[in-house]
């Protein structure tokens, strides 16, 4: 085989190579276009016993989002997930503790969404 066609394809294989994992590699990762869940209520404040019903929403109407939506939260000592249905969930935080818990939502993709419940006392502040 000629040296200079030997060279050519060497070298149009190693582009295609390259071609193919640079797609491989931007396609694993994550993206800023993943779909975001939004949450409502973001933030709530309580100083007692408390039921709150969260709401998750799809920021961009044009994705898709697989369900069902997973409900969890940071700190179970606080206040817990006490049912749900397809894009609610009812939590239950208890009286007399102090902390914050993070509410996250996901599907059974990428998409997440957070919300916060910062349980305080009657004599504390509230910001």
Known sequence: MNPIRSHWFSAAGLVV???VAGFLFTSCESSPEDVEL???PTEVVVTSHTTIVFRASIADTN???FLPFK???SNPDLGVIAGQEAFSAVYVGRGDVHGDNLITVSD???SRGIASVAHR???EPVP
């Open 38 to 40: 939004i949450v409502t």
């Open 63 to 65: 994705r898709l989002v």
């Open 17 to 19: 190579a390259l071609l």
């Open 108 to 110: 059974q993709g990428e």
């Open 71 to 73: 409900w969890e939260v």
């Open 121 to 123: 006392n009657v004599s």
